[in-house]
C-alpha cells in the first residue's frame, strides 16, 4: 500500500531558531554580505580548525573560484573522478582548464589514486577528489602521488562536511576545501558555500576574487569604521554568501552532530534490514575515519535482482518513495562525450556503478516510521521482481 504522503528525497530540517535569524536578517536591513557571514565563517573556520573560511555562494562557486586562485587557466588539465555531480567538472571549464575523467574504484566509489597516476601529462596542474556519499578518499595514496607530481589537491566535500581522515578533517587535506550548503546537503542555507584555506594570502586573494576583485569587502566599507575607497584588484566573481543565507548557517552549523548521529542510525538500520536482498549495499565506513553519512548509494543490478535501476525507481515511486541517482558517469554525458571524445567503456567502474546506482533516502528529518516504508518498499519492489538470473 502507497504511503499516504510522498516522501520527498533529500527534503531539508529547517527549525525555528533559523526562521526566527531569517526574520532578525530582514528586520535587520542588512542583506548582503555582514555581520552573519563573518560569523558563519569564523563558526566554520573554527569547526574545521583551519587558518581562514571563506563563505560563498555555492560549492560551484568554490571550486572555479579554488581552480582560479591556484591559477588554474587554459592549457591546463584538472584530473578529477567521472562519479560526481557536473559542477566539478563544469568549474574547470569556466577557470578554462581541461577537465580529465578518471575511474573510480568499483567499492570505495572514489577516484582511484592509480587511476590519477595512470592520467598525469605535462601539462596536468591540479586534482580535484570528491569524498563520495561522505566517505573520506583514501588520502594517504592520493598525496603520495600529487606530491611527487607537485600537482594541487583541491577537495570536494560537498557530501562530507564532517568526515574525517586519520584523524583530520576533510578541507584540510589539500590545498583548498570547497562544501556546499545546498538544501540536500548535510546542513544548509538554501544555497551556500565554504573554502577552507590554511594560507593566509591565498585566503586573501580567495576573498577577493569572491567579491568583484574588490580590495575590501562592502561589510568594511560601509560599517561604522569610516568611509574608505575600494580598489578593483582583479577581474573578479560575484560569489558572496549573503546574511541572509547565514542566517541558517549559524543555526544549522551547531546541530551538524545531532543530524549526523541520526543519519548514521538510519545507515545501520538500512544496513541491517537489506542486507538479505539481492543488492549491493555501500562499503562500511573505513577504520580510522569519520564517513559524513551524506548519501545511502545501493546498487541494483538486472542481472541478481530480477529488476533494471530505473524500474526500480519506478516502483518504490510508485510506492511513495523518492529516491536519487548519484550520478550518471560524468563523461558520457553529451556535451562531454561532443567537446572531449569520451566514449563507453572508458572508465568502466564509474560506468556500471552510473547504471546500476540508486540513494536511498536519508536524512534527519525522516521518522523511524519513514524509514521502515523506505525498507518495506524495497522488499516488496524486489519480492514482486522476476527471479534474479
Ligand atoms: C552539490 C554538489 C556540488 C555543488 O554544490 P552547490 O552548492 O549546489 O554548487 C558539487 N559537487 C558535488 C559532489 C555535489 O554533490
Known sequence: MPRERFLVFGAPLIEEPEIQEVVDCLRSGWLGTGPRVARFEEMFRAFKGTRDSIAVSSCTAALHLSLEALGVGPGDEVILPALTFAATSNAVIHAGGTPVFVDVDPRTMNIDPAAIEAAITGRTRAVIVVH????????????????????????????????????????????????????????????????????????????????????????????????????????????????????????????????????????????????DLPLTLPLDAAPETRHAHHLFPIQVDVDVAGIGRDAFISRMHRAGIGLGVHYRALHLHRYYRERFGYRPGALPAAEGIGDRTVSLPLSPRMTDRDVDDVIEAARATLASAPAGG
Open 132 to 275: 563520495f556519499a561522505g566517505r573520506p578518499c583514501e588520502m594517504d595514496e592520493i598525496l603520495a602521488v600529487t606530491t611527487a607530481h607537485g600537482l594541487d589537491v583541491v577537495e570536494d566535500c560537498a557530501h562530507a562536511i564532517e568526515a574525517e581522515y586519520h584523524g583530520r578533517p576533510t578541507g584540510t587535506l589539500g590545498r583548498l576545501g570547497c562544501f556546499s550548503f545546498y538544501v540536500t546537503k548535510n546542513i544548509l542555507t538554501g544555497e551556500g558555500g565554504m573554502i577552507t584555506c590554511d594560507e593566509p594570502d591565498l585566503g586573501g586573494r580567495l576573498r577577493v576574487l569572491a567579491l568583484h576583485g574588490m580590495s575590501r569587502d562592502a561589510w568594511h566599507r560601509f560599517g561604522d569604521e569610516g568611509f574608505v575607497h575600494y580598489d578593483i584588484v582583479d577581474a573578479g566573481y560575484k560569489y558572496n554568501m549573503t546574511d541572509l543565507q547565514a542566517a541558517l548557517g549559524i543555526h544549522q552549523l551547531p546541530r551538524i552532530h545531532r543530524y549526523w548521529e541520526r543519519r548514521a542510525a538510519i545507515d545501520a538500520r538500512y544496513r541491517d534490514a537489506l542486507k
